[in-house]
Nanobody, 115 residues
Framework: QVQLVESGGGLVQSGGSLRLSCAAS????????MAWYRQAPGKQREFVAI???????NYADSVKGRFTISRDIAKNMVYLQMNSLKPEDTAVYYC?????????WGQGTQVTVSS
């Protein structure tokens, strides 16, 4: 199972930006997909963005045009650049790695957007 460690969360004002990082313990090129999810207080965890092994990306409608997922295969890192942040983006953000037989999660990083 791959180990994932998120970082980069924090407190930011509405309209601001943050970049989240996810460090993987093994070569992410061998992982079918890397994704970001988030969970706000009292809500279910929801999909945010995904990047597959061929580099294809997809986003939740709520973040499309504001967030960008990217990766650095050499460093085994996945990033989430978040721009034009809104208070409703406040949540714990989780990194996910999936391949057949392995669905791994990080511990999460808190993002708080003040109005």
């Amino acid at each position: 199972q791959v180990q994932l460690v998120e970082s980069g969360g924090g407190l930011v004002q509405s309209g601001g930006s943050l970049r989240l990082s996810c460090a993987a313990s093994r070569n992410i090129f061998s992982i079918n997909s890397m994704a970001w999810y988030r969970q706000a207080p009292g809500k279910q965890r929801e999909f945010v963005a995904i990047i597959t092994s061929d580099g294809s990306t997809n986003y939740a409608d709520s973040v499309k045009g504001r967030f960008t997922i990217s990766r650095d295969i050499a460093k085994n890192m996945v990033y989430l650049q978040m721009n034009s942040l809104k208070p409703e983006d406040t949540a714990v953000y989780y990194c996910n790695a999936w391949r057949p037989g392995d669905n791994s999660w990080g511990q999460g990083t808190q993002v708080t957007v003040s109005s």
